[in-house]
């Protein structure tokens, strides 16, 4: 019996071993991070920290304030944001990826960051931040910037996503809006009335997460509210992959939701606190960073 126990936590440790794996541990938790081939591009409090993982061969470059989020613009080319040190100031730097360098700046001095989207196939980056706005700016002409939309809110919004033209975003009196950048016209999609943490939006579904921690799912024909409850934990994050919602939560699981059935099929514990990113890399590999100050690659199946 103790020779089945012994083996049987031996392939409980290798099968757990296969399924993740950290990939970097750092001195502060990493809010945001991409992946390109062997090279890790990472935030770390103040810097771009850049690291072949391969070789381990790593360089670090100097971003000002406390960073928070970046996105690549092309093959050379990233952009972050970051909350200064002086109230009220964002900044957000165009990093290159060759000369390992900052080249231009534009600083917001009205509020910080909540959240920050790069418009796809245009020069335009949009931005959540304290004022209680979303501001777009055009980068075409860099290092001149032009303020192009700015959407007043009455509360702050911690989460933006476009698609199709149209920016979605949610708001701390849980509110969902859908505002169409072709007639520069705001809609309410959905009340909600609870704080929201993240969302998921396609054309006829919305899934919201909320900080009580419900994930409810909303039919935008049919109006057919469905909701799943975690206990003493709520999600912070989620991503789409494959049909599955994938959501990082406040204690460091990761769950896996069927969006068709609407239940989860998963409960990962891949980390042991507050997880800040998960990236889909290709086909079922996953990339998550967490308050535990871990970087982890693992796989979904």
């Known amino acids: 019996m103790l020779k089945f126990k012994i083996l049987f936590i031996l392939l409980f440790i290798t099968i757990t071993a296969k399924s993740q794996e950290t990939i970097k541990k750092t001195e502060y938790a990493v809010r945001d991070f991409c992946v390109s081939k062997d090279t890790i591009y990472y935030i770390e409090h103040r810097d771009i920290h850049v690291e072949n993982t391969d070789t381990k061969v790593e360089s670090s470059f100097f971003i000002g304030g406390y960073g928070l989020e970046m996105f690549n613009l092309n093959s050379n080319e990233i952009i972050t944001t ?176 069927d969006i068709n059935k609407f239940k989860i099929t998963k409960e990962l514990k891949y980390h042991n606190s507050t997880v800040l990113k998960i990236l889909n890399y290709k086909d079922n590999v996953f990339y998550s960073s967490s308050i535990d100050k871990t970087i982890k690659k693992w796989y979904l199946n």
């Open 82 to 257: 970051s909350n200064e040190l002086v109230q009220n100031v964002s900044s957000f730097r165009f990093y290159q990826k060759n000369a390992n360098e900052v080249k231009e700046v534009y600083y917001y001095k009205k509020g910080r960051t909540i959240d920050f989207l790069k418009i796809p196939d245009k020069n335009i980056f949009a931005f959540s931040s304290t004022d209680k706005k979303i501001t777009f700016i055009n980068f075409d002409n860099r290092p001149i910037f032009k303020k192009e939309v700015e959407i007043n809110l009455n509360s702050y919004s911690r989460k933006l996503i476009f698609k199709n033209n149209n920016l979605y975003f949610i708001t701390d009196l849980g509110d969902i809006y859908k505002y169409d950048l072709s007639n520069n016209k705001k809609e309410l999609l959905y009340k909600a009335n609870e704080i929201l943490t993240d969302f998921y939006v396609d054309e006829q579904t919305i899934i919201y997460t909320t900080i009580s921690g419900k994930i409810s799912k909303i039919n935008l024909k049919n109006n057919k509210l469905q909701t799943l409850n975690i206990n003493r934990n709520f999600i912070v994050n989620v991503l789409y992959s494959n049909n599955k919602l994938i959501c990082g939560s406040w204690k460091g699981d990761i769950f896996v939701i």
